[in-house]
């Protein structure tokens, strides 16, 4: 009888403990940005640190085949100095029904922020000048450094190519 | 030796300079080639076959992507307006339906009837029109006068996700400064969008 008992509590605190070591995400977890000028500041991290910035959007077929190379990329570069985050371009009234479950479904790790800023013929040459607005899109940053890449990644070794002369 | 060492690093040079250079297409001034494309309706067409136009208004639009859906109304609108000016929509779709079934003719033509389309709705079979273009994404404008003289290039509007919000219409702005014998200005304009599928 007790053993039962325990074994059903000891199953209880696995299945909390795993639930919880999973970040389920949430509308608190994702910062939504209507102006792109207060994505920007975010941007730019201080000293040696690399920002890693992707542009995406749970609509755009490249793009969330290209996303496990950036997860994989960055558990891999966990002790170094660099910073992932997933700017997604999904629209407003479908985050939560669309993007929050996707991020769930793909254990998405990296930091998640959305650009709802629908001026895009402004903040597209904000973001780099020879981009043409389709994504995506991925911009390394150190310092003043700025590498844009209008292109889609098929490896993870192909995105690490881009980043390690940074590190 | 010599000979072959200059020529070497002239290749290289020259590579490596155009390499900065845009996607290639047209560039505002340039003139556009016609083409034969087939049209939902089973009929091949060309920009001569339009009577009496002043201008084209060619987008290149698909089924799939979001913020081409966006823009389905606001073609149509656009297409009732200038259409009897003497400016008609001209839609082609430029991706492939093996890589995008969502794209393929028939779907197009399922859309096209859907959404009554008033415009032709053109299907880029064997993709080779879209890069003479220099078309990079969906929906993507290029606006061409009486002779195929490229005008404007760009985004319809600037407010693709809320048609209710726009403050600047590019692409009719260019249409009217062509009426009024005058250069769209902007002449170019950004917006996003998705990738064609190749």
Not at chain 1, 89 to 117: A, C, R, W, Y
Request: aromatic content about 12%; charged content about 25%; some cysteine.
């Amino acid at each position: 009888m007790v053993s039962l008992r325990l074994f059903l509590f000891l199953c209880f605190c696995v299945f909390v403990g795993s639930a919880l070591s999973a970040q389920q995400w949430t509308m608190d977890d994702v910062k939504v940005y209507d102006d792109f000028d207060d994505l920007e500041t975010s941007f730019d991290l201080s000293g040696d640190s690399i920002h890693l910035i992707n542009f995406w959007a749970t609509w755009c077929k490249p793009c969330v085949e290209e996303l496990p190379f950036f997860e994989e990329a960055r558990e891999l570069l966990s002790d170094e100095k660099i910073k992932f985050t997933l700017v997604s371009l999904d629209f407003k009234k479908q985050i939560e029904s669309k993007m929050l479950p996707f991020l769930n479904e793909h254990k998405i790790g990296s930091e998640v922020v959305v650009l709802t800023d629908g001026k895009s013929n402004v903040w597209i040459d904000k973001v780099d000048p020879s981009w043409s607005g389709a994504i995506p899109i991925t911009m390394i940053k150190k310092g003043d450094k700025h590498l844009f890449y209008e292109v889609e990644f098929y490896s993870t070794e192909e995105l690490l190519e881009k980043i390690k002369p940074l590190l | 030796m010599k000979r072959t060492i200059f020529a070497s690093l002239f290749l290289g040079i020259f590579f490596f300079l155009s390499s900065f250079t845009d996607h290639g297409g047209y560039h505002i001034g340039d003139t556009a080639a016609d083409f034969r494309l087939k049209n939902v309706d089973g009929e091949m067409m060309s920009l001569e076959d339009i009577k009496d136009a002043k201008g084209y208004i060619i987008v290149f639009t698909c089924n799939h992507c979001p913020f081409s859906v966006m823009y389905e109304d606001r073609l149509i609108a656009l297409h009732k307006k200038y259409a009897p000016m003497g400016y008609p929509v001209v839609a082609i779709n430029p991706n492939s339906p093996e890589k995008q079934p969502a794209d393929s003719y028939e779907a197009m033509q399922v859309r096209a009837k859907e959404k009554s389309f008033p415009f032709v709705y053109l299907f880029d079979d064997g993709q080779k029109v879209y890069p003479e273009y220099g078309a990079t994404k969906t929906p993507h404008v290029f606006l061409l006068d009486k002779s195929r003289t490229v005008k404007y290039i760009g985004a319809i509007d600037d407010n693709a996700r809320d048609a209710g919000s726009v403050e600047v219409k590019y692409l009719e702005n260019a249409i009217d400064a062509l009426e009024g014998g005058k250069s769209p200005d902007p002449a170019t304009t950004k917006a996003i969008g998705c990738t064609i599928k190749a």
